[in-house]
């Protein structure tokens, strides 16, 4: 594990690489009692020739600085930071392994580690980085899941923290999910206000394809950062490979508000072509149906089948630069 | 400290009371990267005779059961429980001053301590309780506090968690409460909606005494459990005296939604007799002014006035209770 300690008083102190340990903490630690704490989620690639290659990292150190300082945490240089990560993989290359869809799960932390019950900004944090070996997350090829559009919980509010990748934002989520899972649905659709606004889903954002009831013309659509929305990754990368390479094809690419109502509407009017989820894990997660208001919305595939076209192309453009197939500026070789 | 562990297959092991020590966590536990913990704030109070006291516990464990099932956490019995802090309580005895103002802080703390990454309910967890002597929170007497009214920032909203004593609750507030004061107020009055509604402040429930505009009568009035607003144990003890003490000396006492704009008017037209916190740490903190939208709320206390009558009554009241001065179902002796 990678360890940086930071005080107020000295700042970040040298970094160490060290054996995975447990973390001696005093029970009044400020991260036990006011949740400060971060993370990021990010992995290793190693293609076929050897090569370790991170994935858009700027990205991750970006978010992770704009999530710390929301809570009074300090901010560390992504470049900086992302050096370390670089070391830190190569020093731990033997555990990425050398196939597609595997890869080495990088977890960037910060955790407030003042021995305080003071409700104040932490005088001393410690950003650290643990990882493990991942397999591909559809091991038998991809499985779609089912949604329950979710109105009871709410996960975010504007002028809230919903857009940071905060463990604020994790644990009231959990009850919310056992519930879902327990009428048989995979993940909660987190549905905003009364006019019913898609947001996201469970940890990932939320796409929909759908084509359009004036223009006939195809459109992928997903929520805007309004502050309620997590900023993922995935979910940048899609709208920008959308742009460069479906817009060609005629599509349009849209990030709005649209609700619930209008994708059961264009369900309902068979233009609901495919809905999919991302997220770091998945890259891209295929949805089959959303249980809403008593009924289920079908996102437009058929029994056979368990991704849609737009899926299925993303996720092979997105591994294709991950692993060093497409030479592209996202994929930082170490 | 009092330590309890639990897991999902075996339930709650032994308690056991230890010397303080830190905890040794696995960098991977949930607590550190989902915020899987919550907390409650109460104290033992002993008085001149030595007789140790607790103040209206089984509210304190009523509310640490509810924060623990809304994030998949265990709960534990509350009678046991108290009988388990009385212990602690026993024990420690020598660390409670006996004097007026003074007692030992009680920590209770749950967190989730299962070693995952994957976002789900923790299938082990930590409850635990550390203490602190503490003394008067106004050794001086009291210090009327200003506040500053925040809308850029939201605590809580409906279907959410602001009614919870959660950590996630509490780090995302330090900003709003450092960019407060570095503009020279103590602490944030949050506002909720268009309407500015007046919910709690830092970390107390608010209280305002006004004269009605049409009736002419004296009102207590704070914001309803409308599940945006901490569920606390002296919000609650102040309702009930102001009822029982205030109402027969012709009060109204009101749980309702009011705004802002209201206290302003109030203000405005000398009906704002006085305002107050409520709150573990100081009982009540008498507030002398608001800044809202570039003006000063000023809240009814003269510039050589530290608190209203109410906060004063209220504060003798209680701790006249706390300390056992007053017989009362309340207290609880040890």
Chains 1, 2 share one sequence.
């Not at 107020?8 to 160490?16: V, Y």
């Not at 940071?164 to 905003?192: D, E, S, T």
């Not at 709208?239 to 709005?256: F, I, N, Q, S």
């Not at 029994?303 to 591994?319: C, L, S």
Request: proline residues 5%; aromatic residues 10%.
């Amino acid at each position: 594990m990678l360890s940086i300690e930071w005080t107020a008083s000295q700042g970040w102190l040298a970094p160490r690489i060290t054996p995975y340990q447990n973390l001696s903490l005093d029970p009044a630690t400020c991260v036990f009692h006011y949740a400060f704490e971060c993370f990021e989620g990010m992995k290793a690639y190693k293609n076929s020739d050897g090569q370790v290659r991170l994935f858009r990292p700027e990205k991750n150190m970006a978010r992770l600085n704009k999530s710390s300082a929301r809570i009074a945490l300090p901010n560390f240089t992504g470049k900086a930071f992302i050096d370390l990560i670089s070391k830190f993989a190569a020093i731990e290359e033997r555990f990425i392994p050398a196939a597609r869809g595997f890869s080495l799960y990088l977890r960037p932390t910060m955790i407030g580690t003042q021995r305080t019950l003071g409700v104040g900004p932490p005088g001393s944090a410690l950003l650290y980085l643990i990882a493990s070996p991942v397999g591909p997350y559809y091991p038998t090829g991809f499985r779609a899941v089912s949604l329950e559009a979710t109105d009871y919980a709410v996960r975010a509010w504007p002028g809230g923290v919903g857009d940071m990748k905060l463990g604020a934002n994790y644990a009231p989520c959990i009850v919310p999910q056992l519930q879902a899972a327990k009428r048989g649905f995979h993940q909660n659709l987190w549905l905003f206000g009364k006019e019913e606004f898609v947001t996201e889903v469970g940890t990932m954002n939320f796409f929909a394809c759908i084509k359009d009831k004036e223009t006939g013309k195809n459109k992928l659509m997903t929520a805007p950062l309004d502050g309620t929305i997590l900023e993922g990754v995935m979910r940048d990368s899609v709208l920008d490979l959308a742009k460069e390479r479906l817009k060609p094809e005629g599509w349009e690419v849209e990030e709005r508000k649209f609700t619930m109502g209008e994708l059961a509407d264009a369900a309902d009017e068979g233009r609901l072509i495919e809905a999919f989820g991302t997220g770091t894990a998945a890259v891209v997660s295929p949805v089959r149906k959303i249980s809403w208001k008593g009924r289920l919305v079908e996102c437009g595939l058929n029994e056979d089948q368990e991704a849609g076209d737009v899926t299925k192309r993303m996720k092979a453009w997105i591994e294709g630069i991950q692993y060093g197939d497409e030479d592209h500026s996202w994929s930082w070789k170490i």
